[in-house]
């Protein structure tokens, strides 16, 4: 009896060491991880959440990439948004203290000449380093990802200039969307996922959605959208003058990628921009009026068990659908393993780790495939390697 008390108080403690770490997760892959700050003006579009009108739109731009130099890790938030976050937000403690792997600002690998470039996407109300586990992960496997930040519709976001913004819950704009997503209409909605019988009844749950929320699930996506396409327009001049990125961009092998919001914005892109060869979704849902031209894939949370026909559907070319079994939304987020009070309700009884590491997994072999043109991946294969992932596909 005294052993297995013993043996539990161990097993407590380092429970205790690991909800408590205060570094992420150790990238996998054979490069350090370098990280650094952009901000662009869209002088083409005025901001919608600017009420006069009479601002143009910016995005900021967080971005890892492959390094041969590692030198004192980064914040996980910069410092006037890891105060804003735990003061105003309720995010615990740690995250004033909590450490990325990345080094700020050092040069790219000059391992590749060039390397593959991945656009992210986040979630609706969230911020562009809601998902740096995985941004690490494809970094450390020679990616460059950038993570565009929404403006108004994300929690905060940093400029490099040192400028700081936050969402506005008065925004009328934003009143609007939030208005639509509580609505009796909407809310019935939601609840009808898992008690559609039939691939027909599960469409119609989604064209419902759009109809219900119609700024929200159809106009937000096309502005971040824009918001990406925009960015894309950018990167020839990061490739020709920036100087972390001059001449190290790939620019024939581009990805598009994102969370919940940013997964129906990644669509829109792949629907709309031919420079985009690969596209996942990450629990997003989906847009219905389009099919997808490009290889994707829909990383899925246990409320779509079921839906992977209607997802595949939806692709000219390869198409995959993984639903993690005992997962919610923000299981696809590095909430998943550093919870804050507003996620808590949407995580699933997954554990937290294997939930990361079933998306790095994924994610990081279905961009290998269809980027960097590894043939011999076998997606299906890595997929049975996880017992928690409902599998269907689509191939053309």
Request: charged share 25%; glycine share 6%.
């Amino acid at each position: 009896m005294k052993r297995i008390f013993i043996l539990l108080l161990l097993s407590n403690i380092l429970a205790i060491g690991q909800s408590q770490t205060e570094s992420l997760p150790k990238p996998t892959g054979k490069y350090f991880v370098g990280v650094s700050y952009l901000s662009f003006v869209d002088h083409n579009r005025k901001e919608l959440f600017d009420n006069n009108q009479e601002k143009n739109r910016e995005i900021t731009v967080k971005t890892w990439y492959p390094s041969d130099i590692v030198s004192d890790f980064e914040p996980y938030l910069l410092k006037s948004e890891s105060e804003f976050a735990v003061k105003y937000l309720q995010f615990p403690e740690i995250f004033r203290i909590l450490k990325s792997n990345s080094s700020r600002d050092v040069p790219v690998s000059s391992q590749e000449s060039k390397y593959p470039v991945l656009i992210f996407s986040h979630g609706w109300g969230e911020h562009y380093s809601q998902n740096s586990v995985l941004m690490e992960e494809l970094a450390s496997h020679g990616y460059i990802v950038f993570s565009i930040s929404h403006h108004y519709e994300c929690k905060f976001t940093s400029f490099p200039d040192g400028r700081f913004i936050y969402i506005d819950m008065n925004s009328p704009r934003l009143q609007k969307i939030m208005g639509e997503m509580a609505s009796p209409e909407a809310l019935a909605l939601l609840q009808k996922f898992p008690d559609a019988g039939n691939d027909e009844e599960r469409l119609q749950v989604f064209k419902d959605l759009e109809k219900a929320i119609p700024v929200g699930l159809t106009e937000s996506p096309e502005y971040w959208a824009e918001d990406i396409i925009f960015f894309i327009d950018q990167l020839n001049g990061l490739n020709n003058e920036n100087r972390l990125f001059k001449n190290k961009l790939n620019l024939k092998k581009l990805g598009v990628f994102g969370m919940s919001l940013g997964g129906l914005a990644s669509n829109e892109v792949s629907m709309l921009d031919n420079r985009v060869k690969a596209c996942v979704n990450m629990d997003g849902g989906l847009i219905t009026k389009s099919e997808i031209k490009i290889p994707a894939m829909f990383l899925n949370s246990n409320k779509y068990s079921g839906y992977g026909n209607i997802f595949t559907s939806r692709s000219e070319m390869d198409c995959y659908s993984f639903t993690v079994k005992n997962s919610d939304h923000m299981n696809f987020t590095d909430y998943s393993i550093y919870p804050v009070p507003v996620a808590k309700t949407l995580l699933g009884s997954i554990e937290g780790g294997k939930a990361i590491e079933i998306m790095n997994v994924m994610v990081l072999n279905f961009f290998d495939k269809y980027l960097k043109e590894k043939h011999n991946i076998d997606l299906i294969r890595k997929a049975e390697l996880f017992s928690e992932i409902e599998i269907a596909t689509n191939f053309n």
